[in-house]
Every structure is written in C-alpha cells, then in structure tokens.
C-alpha cells in the first residue's frame, strides 16, 4: 500500500518570502502525484499534479512541485508567498491500480505572516 | 458548470446513532468517493462508487456504507457512531472509474460531523 510523509506539519514564513514543503511516498512502479490546497472551512482544491512527462509541474497561482523519482519526492515550492497563500496543504498520491484512490499525507499549516 | 455540494455542512449526533450524510456530484461526473479526516489529519479513503456499485473500499468497518443513485448522487451511512467517528467527511466526484489522470478529483466543502 502506498504511504505519503509530509515532514513538516506546520510552516511559517514571512510575505514575499520563499516556501518548501516536503513530501515524500513510498515506491511504487508507476506514480500520479498531487497537491491540494484546503483553506479554512473548505474542502481540498487541486492544485497541481504530476502524471507524466515533465518533472516540474506548474501551478497558475506560483506554486511549483518537481518530482524526484530517485528520492520518491514531491516538494512544493513557491518563490515569494502572499498572505492569502495561508492554508493547509497536502500532499498526495495514486498508482494505476488504485484508479482513483488518494492516499494523503498528514498535511502541511503555511502561515504567512506580514 | 455546478460543483460538488454537501449536505448537511454540520451536525451533532449522539453515540450508537445512526447518522446519513449527502453529496451532489460535479455536472457530468460519474463516480463518487467518501474520505474521512479527522481534525488535524489527512483524509483517509473510505469507499468509491461508480455507476450506483462500489468500487474500492479503504480500511473502514461494514458500518460505514453508501448509495449512488442514477443521478451520480450519493450518501454515506454510518451506522453505531462512535466517538472516534467524529471528523470532517468529504466527497469528491470524478468522471471514469479509473481515469483520475484525466479527470481528478473535485472536492465539496464536506460535512463536519460531531459525535459526543
């Protein structure tokens, strides 16, 4: 069974400041990665993912995750952060035999501060 | 294009209850999928259905149980609750049985439910 680690459960950073999170899934043969974003009271939005081809993916919001396949890595990042970056974030992953299960990592708290 | 809605978006419910909660699919999407996450967690995979059968089913007693409608509609019962029940349970719709590379997940703003 897949397992996903998210290594920081709590990131603050300062505005137009850099962010990484990390996340990194047990092997697998083939692998689709995703990141969600979930704001207070809300349910999880997409917010990029990797199926195949190109190792970094791009969100429309900033955001950038490169997969790493020789370290089973996801890490998200994002070269200055806005206050409205504030949210949790999770990290995710699915294999062809899982269809459409998600098995999530524990989730990262950015908190932007001014 | 109408998203995934839920209902209710709160409730309290007594332990040994039985409680039914609700989703309206995303327009055009076929198959639906229940998680479960509780305060300060991941959401956990609790089953999927596509075209009104289950279609994966995650480590999750017989309790926990749901429909899909002819609609793409859905509920999820959970029978005997539990203190540990308590959580936020979300469902996400998505078009395919296992076509999540074509068309992820799109999530509602789930059910938070609280068992005391």
């Known amino acids: 069974a897949q397992s996903v680690t998210q290594l920081d459960s709590q990131v603050p950073v300062f505005e137009e400041a850099p962010v990484e999170l990390r996340c990194n899934y047990s092997?697998?043969?083939?692998?689709?990665l995703f990141w969600y974003v979930q704001y207070p009271n809300q349910g999880l939005q997409l917010l990029l993912k990797?199926?195949?081809?190109?190792?970094l993916v791009e969100s429309i919001n900033g955001f950038e995750a490169e997969f790493n396949k020789s370290q089973t890595s996801f890490h998200l990042r994002k070269p200055s952060v806005h206050i409205s970056d504030t949210a949790e974030y999770f990290c995710?992953?699915?294999?062809?035999?899982?269809?459409?299960?998600?098995?999530f990592g524990g989730g990262t708290r950015v908190l932007v501060k001014p | 294009e109408t998203g995934v809605t839920q209902s209710p978006t709160h409730l309290i419910k007594t332990r040994g209850q039985q409680v039914t909660l609700r989703c309206s699919s995303q327009?055009?999407?076929?198959?639906v999928s229940w998680y479960q996450q509780a305060l300060g967690q991941g959401p956990q995979f609790i089953f999927q259905?596509?075209?009104?059968?289950?279609?994966g089913r995650g480590n999750f007693p017989p309790r926990f149980s749901g429909l899909q409608f002819p609609n793409y509609s859905s509920e999820l019962n959970v029978n005997a609750l539990e203190l540990d029940d308590s959580a936020l349970y979300l469902c996400?719709?998505?078009?395919?049985?296992?076509?999540?590379?074509?068309?992820?997940?799109?999530f509602g703003n789930g059910t938070r439910l609280t068992v005391t």
């Open positions: 990797y199926l195949s081809g190109s190792t």
């Open positions: 259905y596509y075209r009104e059968e289950e279609n």
């Open positions: 327009s055009g999407h076929n198959t």
């Open positions: 092997s697998s043969v083939s692998v689709y």
């Open positions: 996400a719709s998505s078009s395919g049985q296992g076509a999540i590379y074509n068309s992820p997940l799109h």
């Open positions: 995710a992953v699915s294999d062809r035999a899982a269809g459409n299960k998600l098995t």
